[in-house]
C-alpha cells in the first residue's frame, strides 16, 4: 500500500519559515519524480516545486528564491523548505509521486497558514 504522509505545516507569521516533510511508504522512492502542490480556497491545485530522480529541480515563478524542494533517497522523504512566507502561500500543501503520466500517488494534504 502506498502512502504519502505530509507534516510541518502550521500558523506562522509573514517573513517566517516552515519546512513541509513527506514521508513516502510502499513505492521504491528513488525511482519516482515528487513533487509539491498547492491548493488555495477557491483556486485550482498548482506547482510548487518538482524535483525528478535525478536530482534536477524546477519551481514555481512565485516561490523561486524563496522556497527549496530536495529529497533523501535513503530516508524516502521530500522535503520543502519555505522562507519568506508571504500571506498569500497561504494553501493546503500537497505531496506528489510520478512516473510521469503513467501513475502518480498523493498524500492528503497539510495546511500552511502565513499570517499578516
Known amino acids: 500500500q502506498v502512502q504519502l504522509v505530509e507534516s510541518g505545516g502550521g500558523l506562522v507569521q509573514a517573513g517566517g519559515s516552515l519546512r513541509l516533510s513527506c514521508a513516502a511508504s510502499?513505492?521504491?522512492?528513488?525511482?519516482?519524480?515528487m513533487g509539491w502542490y498547492r491548493q488555495a480556497p477557491g483556486k485550482q491545485r498548482e506547482l510548487v516545486a518538482r524535483i525528478i530522480s535525478g536530482g534536477s529541480t524546477n519551481y514555481a515563478d512565485s516561490v523561486k528564491g524563496r522556497f527549496t524542494i530536495s529529497r533523501d533517497n535513503a530516508k524516502n522523504t521530500l522535503y520543502l523548505q519555505m522562507n519568506s512566507l508571504k500571506p498569500e502561500d497561504t494553501a493546503v500543501y500537497y505531496c506528489?509521486?510520478?512516473?510521469?503520466?503513467?501513475?502518480?500517488?498523493w498524500g492528503q494534504g497539510s495546511q500552511v497558514t502565513v499570517s499578516s
Open positions: 506528489k509521486a510520478d512516473l510521469g503520466r503513467t501513475l502518480e500517488y
Open positions: 510502499g513505492i521504491i522512492f528513488s525511482m519516482f519524480a
